[in-house]
């Protein structure tokens, strides 16, 4: 499975962006999918999740109520909608799948990764 994130760049404070990530050479469907974030001198670190089917959502607590995971399986693609962004949300974000009916929310569990888009939020 290869993986392609897209739509990050430079936001002020405040502001908003919409992330991408579009699947090929898999099923898509058959993939959890999740974002994670690695801000530079830090440890990845977990973002945002979404089922197979989009039923069942998990996120950060950083980003609850800001941030908004979602799929659309007929496009192969996992979306991340990032209202109201702060300083600290910069980083290079990072899309994953992993097979499986769960919703996993830690780096190691997740099988394919894409080359990440970096995000920065001035202030």
């Known amino acids: 499975v290869q993986l392609v994130e897209s739509g990050g760049g430079l936001v002020q404070a405040g502001g908003s962006l919409r992330l991408s990530c579009t699947a090929s050479g898999g099923t898509f469907s058959r993939y959890a999918m999740g974002w994670f974030r690695q801000a530079p001198g830090q440890e990845r670190e977990f973002v945002a999740v979404i089922s197979r089917s989009g039923s069942r959502l998990d996120y950060a607590d950083s980003v609850k109520g800001r941030f908004t995971i979602s799929r659309d399986n007929a496009k192969n693609t996992v979306y991340l909608q990032m209202n109201s962004l702060k300083p600290e949300d910069t980083a290079v974000y990072y899309c994953?799948?992993?097979?499986?009916?769960?919703?996993?929310?830690?780096?190691?569990?997740?099988?394919?990764w894409g080359q990440g888009t970096q995000v920065t939020v001035s202030s």
């Open positions: 994953a799948a992993d097979d499986t009916v769960l919703v996993p929310t830690t780096s190691r569990s997740y099988d394919y």
